[in-house]
């Protein structure tokens, strides 16, 4: 590969870059006809937050899709979004917009690589095996080269993994780290055994929750495949939207990604819902990968005490244990989650910076913060629910 030349292009819709083409960078572990470590970088997924108009148009996110090819192959591929603000990221940089701008710079337009409204570690560099290393240096000089010739500021490629952030750092990225909460298979066979790990008080409090929350009147059940039928649609969007009116001030996805994600994506979901008489009224949506279960969305129409709860935590426990998934993913924030198990873990993200001396300050508030970040898991960890023995094993 050395010395052969490396063809780099962006694109501004997935409909250039075949499906099989683009898995087989984003996902070759699949090939096998398994499931994705995760779902979101595969071209079903990115293609119907496009195909839903959740991104392009006066979204913010417009589509850059970045392709490397050597010899004509594919070799790699990255979700590149050229971004006109900082929404629907959940790594937080709208302190760095204000200073930058305050010294009469501009911090928009930024280049994002990056899964939209997404908070889920995983590839964002994503090449054919065998190209990894090639292919990353490729993806990240094809987007540096990108901000320079338009005069962007700044490059981020968020929730990465931390093998790509160390080696973008390598690269002269700057390493951001931050937290959110997992939980954590150790080998459990059923939700009991889990429970067996934690403190007495804890053990109690989470029963007490479950059968509360399982006795609101009704049934609940977790839908996958061809068992969630598009009604269930129409109730989940229901719940998207006040969920998503009272976080964000309006939802990220249309109503329209639901219909085409039934179409498509159905297979890597996992509906938990409540219904009463068989009506929804409140639903916890999760997508599946490989090893892991990504909680993504809850919202609800009839409050019930820790239905919240038990929907998104207690159910995706449940599921993972049954299915032999390593890890939960809970999401952005939340310090809730940590009395369920779900304990605080560090998150990935890098970051190219054009001005020197804009870099230098990130680079000094970077180091402090790894530095806050760090003490601040290990001071959760040690209010997690898990008797000592338990926490001082999975640290």
């Not at 913010?60 to 004509?72: S, T």
């Amino acid at each position: 590969m050395d010395g052969t030349p490396i063809e780099i292009t962006a694109h501004p819709g997935l409909a250039d870059l075949p499906a099989a083409e683009w898995d087989a960078c984003a996902c070759p572990e699949a090939a096998d006809g398994g499931r994705p470590h995760d779902p979101f970088t595969t071209h079903r997924f990115l293609k119907a937050l496009e195909d839903s108009g959740s991104v392009g148009g006066r979204t913010g996110w417009q589509p850059r899709y970045l392709a490397a090819r050597m010899d004509g192959t594919l070799i790699a591929v990255a979700p590149l979004y050229a971004k006109g603000h900082s929404q629907g990221e959940y790594i937080f940089d709208h302190n760095w917009a204000h200073a930058y701008e305050n010294a009469g710079g501009s911090y928009y337009p930024k280049l994002q690589i990056a899964v939209p409204f997404t908070p889920a570690t995983g590839r964002r560099f994503l090449t054919r095996p065998g190209y990894e290393a090639v292919g990353m240096a490729a993806l990240v000089q094809g987007a540096v080269q990108i901000a320079a010739d338009n005069d962007i500021a700044t490059v981020h490629a968020t929730f990465c993994t931390e093998a790509e952030a160390l080696a973008g750092a390598e690269m002269g990225l700057l390493h951001r780290v931050t937290q959110q909460y997992h939980w954590h298979n150790d080998g459990y066979a059923s939700f009991d055994d889990f429970l067996a790990a934690l403190s007495s008080r804890k053990r109690k409090t989470i029963r007490r929750e479950r059968a509360q929350a399982q006795g609101f009147g009704g049934e609940i059940v977790g839908l996958t495949g061809d068992a969630i039928e598009p009604r269930h649609w129409d109730y989940f969007w229901r719940f998207y939207q006040d969920t998503g009116a009272r976080k964000w001030g309006q939802p990220y996805l249309t109503r329209v990604f639901f219909e085409i994600a039934h179409e498509t994506l159905r297979d890597d979901m996992l509906l938990c819902l409540a219904l009463d008489a068989g009506r929804p009224v409140a639903g916890a949506l999760n997508f599946v990968g490989r090893e892991r279960l990504f909680g993504r969305y809850w919202g609800c129409t009839e409050h019930h005490p820790f239905l919240h709860f038990e929907l998104c935590y207690y159910q995706a426990i449940d599921y993972a244990i049954a299915q032999g998934l390593d890890t939960v993913e809970a999401g952005a924030q939340g310090e809730h989650k940590l009395a369920r198990g779900y304990l605080p873990v560090t998150t990935h993200s890098l970051h190219w910076v054009g001005d020197p001396g804009f870099r230098q300050a990130i680079a000094r508030y970077l180091e402090a913060e790894r530095a806050a970040v760090d003490e601040e898991i290990e001071v959760l960890t040690g209010y997690g629910p898990f008797r000592r023995a338990q926490v001082e094993e999975q640290e």
